[in-house]
Each structure stands twice: as C-alpha cells, then as structure tokens.
C-alpha cells in the first residue's frame, strides 16, 4: 500500500479507502469486521461509511480499536435519516447533528476524522446547519467538513471556503468540468477524494468498445463503417483486452495517476476482491496504456461534440 497527503490536515491516508455499507452489512457481523480487519492487514487506514448507521459505526469502531486512533481514518457520509424502514433525505441541523452523535456513540472512537454532505443541491443546506457542524468541528468532535458529488452546484460549494475536502466521481472519462473543479478544490488547500473509478459505461467488452460512437440507425444500418483491422481503435476497447489486468484495475490505477486525489474509494464486500484493488497502488500501469487512455478519451470527446 502506498499513503499520500490528506491536505493540510497532516494525516496520511492509504491510496485506496474501503466503502462500508449495506453489502458490509450482508456478511453479518462477524463477517463486517473481519473484512475491516483484513482491508488494514492490506495497508488501508481509510473507511468511508456510507450512512450514519450505528450498526456499521460499531463494526468499524470495534475492528479500528485494536489500533492506535491516530493512525486510522474514518469518513461519514449524512445528509440521509430513516424513516418508517426507508431513508429520507435531511440535512436540517438537528438531523445531522443527531447523526454525528449516534456514529460517536456507537463506534466509540473519539471523533469522526471526516463528515460528508451527501450530494447536497443548491437549496437544501441551511446555514443553521453548517454553523452546526462548525460548532462540532471546533468542539473537536469533528475534525473535518467535505461535501460528495459531481452536480455543477459542487462548484459553488468548493468556492465558499466552508469545506475541507472534496469527494467527487474521477475516472478515465472525467470531463474537463470535473477536472476544473478538483483543480478549484485543491486551490483552496482541499483534499480530494475520487470515487466511481470504473463508470458502467464501461463495465464490459461491448460497451467499452461502443461508449461514445455514434449509433447505427434501424436493425443496425446507416452510420459509420470501420474496416474490421480497425475495430476498437480509439475506444476503450483495450480496457478488457489487457493481459493480467482486469477492466476495473486499470481504470483505478488510472484514477491513481492523478496527483490531486489524495484517495480513491473502492466498494468491495469479497476477500478476494479486496486483496486484488489493495495491491493496485504497488503496480505500474503497462507501457502505452497511459496513451491508448488519452486516445479514446481525445476521440470519445470529439465524437459527442460532433453529435
């Protein structure tokens, strides 16, 4: 595992951060806190709740307790509270605040290292409640204020100057708005946290080698011919063509090229699978894979201007 930087803040997280959430929940407890276990045998010190569930903030806060508090890391998203068995959306200071509280209590481990605004829009974060979760952060309960998600409202979040970190979807076809805004964030001494690594527009031969080309009209006439020697060229085609490399490592040992992601998250409940993306940041994407990225990236973006 390698660590980078978090911001200013001076803690060095691990390159990946494990998602905890309901399909955590699905392996039972035991289960849950074995896979916490075995992400930090694996190097990672980072773990993103995905909710404020108790249930989850006790897993976590039992498996880190065997380790000092200074060297983990723990990310809570809120802006969601339960409802009759459903979750509702409610970023009113007494439902966050309500939130922090019951992660706090239930995990037992002193503070929460980072708290993240849910994909708040532009009218629903009230200043009462981001005065609120000042108060916790000078109160020490809370060390760190971010907001997640990748509507152009983010923007006006990252400018206000109220927030630490940023956590925003980065992959291979990050579009130069999400690029400007990472760069806009880091601008402002935010640390960035990327996740969505390996989008579904991608998640198979087909739709890797199709994303972004134009379509072929009714029963698949009319549109553009490719000579067959050429079929996949300047596509992601190559995602599911590279020897010893799956679709999804490649793309987040792309994600992990870039400087300014201090993290990026990954969402696995399998042993195996963990031990597969946790050994990704020890490994060098193959030679011109970098350039065959930045080909269909350059042609996917010229096609849809052209569309």
């Known amino acids: 595992m390698r660590y980078r930087p978090f911001g200013r803040s001076g ?6 951060t494990l998602n905890l959430g309901d399909a955590t929940l699905a392996r039972g407890r035991a289960g849950a806190r074995d896979l916490v276990v075995a992400a930090m045998e694996h190097g990672v010190n980072t773990f993103h709740l995905e909710c404020a569930d108790p249930v989850l903030a ?6 880190m307790a065997a380790v000092d508090r200074r ?14 068995g459903r979750r509702v959306r409610d970023f009113s200071p007494e439902s966050l605040t309500a939130s922090i509280d019951q ?18 829009a532009v009218d629903e974060l009230p200043q009462a409640t981001l005065s609120a979760l000042k108060a916790l952060r000078s109160a020490g309960s809370v060390r760190m204020l971010g907001v997640a998600g990748d509507e152009d409202v983010m923007d006006a979040y990252v400018s206000t100057n109220a927030f630490d970190v940023l956590v925003t979807p980065f992959n291979v076809e990050a579009s130069w ?3 400007n805004r990472i760069r806009a ?20 031969p087909k739709k890797a080698e199709t994303h972004g080309q134009p379509k072929r009209g009714l029963f698949g006439l009319g549109g553009p011919k490719k000579d067959p020697i050429f079929k996949g060229v300047g596509t992601f085609a190559f995602l599911h063509q590279t020897p010893n490399w799956t679709a999804e490592e490649i793309c987040l040992a792309y994600a992990l090229t870039e400087p300014t992601l201090s993290t990026v998250l990954i969402d696995t409940a399998d042993d195996k ?31 849809a201007k052209s569309a």
């Open 103 to 120: 992660v706090l209590a239930a995990s037992r481990l002193g503070h929460i290292d980072l708290v993240l605004l849910d994909e708040p």
């Open 185 to 204: 964030a880091v601008e402002r001494d935010m640390a960035v946290i990327g996740y969505d690594y390996f989008p579904k527009t991608l998640s198979s």
């Open 71 to 84: 060297l983990v890391f723990l990310a809570v998203r809120i802006g969601q509270r339960t409802e009759r």
């Open 273 to 303: 699978r963990l031990e597969e993306l946790t050994a990704i940041p020890d490994r060098d994407l193959p030679p011109g894979l970098p350039a065959q990225i930045e080909m269909a990236r350059v042609n996917q973006a010229a096609q």
């Open 58 to 63: 006790e897993l976590a806060g039992s498996a």
């Open 177 to 179: 708005a999400t690029r």
């Open 11 to 16: 803690n060095a997280v691990s390159a990946v």
